[in-house]
Structures are given as structure tokens and as C-alpha cells.
């Protein structure tokens, strides 16, 4: 029971401290391309 009342603190204070605030950086995510980036690094090395 402690446990749980534990983690329940720990979710109610991240969501008040703004964990989950950021709502438009996971939607756009997908529509980056990562690959670019490796590969300019790989032809850097």
C-alpha cells in the first residue's frame, strides 16, 4: 500500500511539475529524417 501511495506522489508531481507539457515535439518527431544526420557523420569519420 505504501508503494503504491508512493508512486502515486511521484506521477502527481511530474504532472505539476510539467513532464508532460510538451505536446507538439512527439507529433512532429516521426517527421524527421535521423538519416541524414548519420550519414553526414559517417563521411566525416
Do not use: C
Amino acid at each position: 500500500m505504501l508503494a503504491a501511495f508512493i508512486f502515486l506522489w511521484l506521477f502527481v508531481w511530474s504532472v505539476r511539475s510539467g513532464q508532460y507539457e510538451d505536446n507538439y515535439t512527439p507529433s512532429v518527431r516521426i517527421l524527421f529524417d535521423d538519416d541524414e544526420i548519420k550519414e553526414e557523420d559517417n563521411i566525416k569519420k
